[in-house]
């Protein structure tokens, strides 16, 4: 039996003890002064994370209300966008466009491969018509991590505005809102920022909010102008989700004491040992080489058909308590994954790897263990090595 589970999917993700005692503060009245604290603790706290000056607009809802904010503040009715999909994230966020009425062009590519900045380029320079991109950070069904970087300044440098889903990427890697001039970066308090679910952030640029002045589309509950004016009174339109916000500022605090350079390189670090360990175990990963997520980790299953790897799944989590997260979609039966986000060191990933081995041998796939582990030790010692100063060691 196993005594307590190891949460290990993309999100929601393990939750720190200081935080949960954080959430289970009692309630306060939302147009108090602690509220007002609070409120701009975590919007303080937000932009130090997201490398922005902009106001962080934040809403009771999932990611995908941040998603719909985006979509329903930057764009009209038949106004032309482009929506780049690396899997099931993008592909949701064009049916949002789609769904309230936009011209949504649609770049797809197939699963585990990244955006090219040259064919977003190619695409802008072939319909100028297009006003707003729409791109995916972090694709949490593929693992795969964009080169946002070139791809903001490819939307930039052709004038475009430019909205970002980084929901299971910020407050993990490596972002810079404000350096790359993201109109629109959205992320949810589930993911990397240690919190339970029910709030999406939004950061929005000035020029996010000159658009959303001009916008048609019909909005009530996520319009960026009424949200913001009652954000700069440290206020909410709505009744907030008080424990969310109590939850997400102590995660915020122990992020500020990592520091965000510890932050990104933890996650990176811990990325890598993940893969060192999955491709010990013979194992195939989803993404392209140069673009694996330093967040989540996409494998091709072991086992043939869906059946067989909802069993092996399922050993997994009632025998050792390890829960990790299958395909969605098309990727449904053929892929699984193991989210590395948020609360995670090296101890967790040394814990995933050998319970995902001792899985596999108990189900017949492997015939023998202990690879894994070494595999991503080897990982850590070249890191401390690297770490030395010259001249030491
Ligand atoms: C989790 C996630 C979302 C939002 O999903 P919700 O279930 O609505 O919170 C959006 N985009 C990405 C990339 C995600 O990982």
Not at 58 to 86: K, R
Not at 165 to 188: F, K, N, Q, R, Y
Request: with cysteine; hydrophobic share 40%; proline share 5%.
């Amino acid at each position: 039996m196993a005594f307590a589970q190891q949460l290990r999917v993309p999100g929601p993700t393990p939750l720190p003890e200081r935080v949960v005692r954080a959430a289970s503060r009692p309630m306060i009245n939302h147009r108090g002064p602690e509220f007002a604290a609070l409120l701009r603790d975590v919007e303080e706290g937000l932009r130090w994370a997201l490398r922005t000056e902009n106001d962080v607009l934040i809403f009771p809802c999932s990611g995908t209300g941040g998603l719909e904010a985006a979509v329903v503040n930057l764009l009209s009715p038949g106004e032309q966008a482009l929506f780049c999909s690396m899997g099931s994230f993008g592909d949701r966020w064009a049916d949002i466009g789609t769904a309230y009425g936009a011209d949504v062009l649609r770049l797809k590519v197939e699963a585990g491969e990244p955006i090219d900045p040259e064919d977003v380029d190619r695409i802008l320079a072939e319909h100028p018509g297009v006003t707003t991109v729409f791109v995916t950070h972090n694709e949490t069904s593929t693992g795969v991590t964009n080169d946002l970087a070139a791809l903001a300044a490819v939307v930039k440098g052709r004038g475009k505005l430019l909205a970002v889903d980084s929901v299971s990427g910020a407050g993990c890697i490596p972002l810079e809102t404000d350096g790359w001039h993201i109109d629109a970066l959205i992320t949810g308090s589930q993911k990397g920022w240690m919190a339970p679910p029910g709030v999406t952030m939004l950061a929005v640029s000035a020029d996010g909010f000159a658009r959303a002045e001009k916008t048609t589309t019909p909005r009530w509950y996520l319009d960026f102008a009424r949200e913001q004016k009652f954000q700069n009174k440290s206020q909410t339109y709505s009744t907030p989700a008080v424990s969310v916000l109590y939850a997400m500022q102590e995660g915020l605090a122990i992020m500020r004491e990592e520091s965000m350079d510890g932050v990104w390189a933890r996650h990176a670090r811990v990325g890598e040992m993940v893969r060192a360990g999955v491709d010990a175990l013979g194992l195939k990963f989803l993404a392209a080489e140069g673009y694996r997520s330093n967040t989540v980790t996409a494998m091709h299953s072991p086992v043939d058909g869906p059946d067989a790897l909802k069993d092996l799944l399922a050993a997994l989590r009632t025998r050792h308590g390890l829960v990790l997260a299958g395909g969605q979609g098309d990727l449904a039966g053929k892929i699984f994954r193991i989210g590395h986000l948020g609360m995670i060191d090296e101890g967790d990933v040394y814990s995933i790897l050998a319970t995902l081995e001792q899985g596999l041998q108990e189900s017949g796939m492997r015939s023998r263990v202990g690879l894994a582990v070494p595999a991503a030790q080897a990982v850590v010692r070249s890191v401390q090595v690297s770490e030395q100063p010259a001249g030491v060691g």
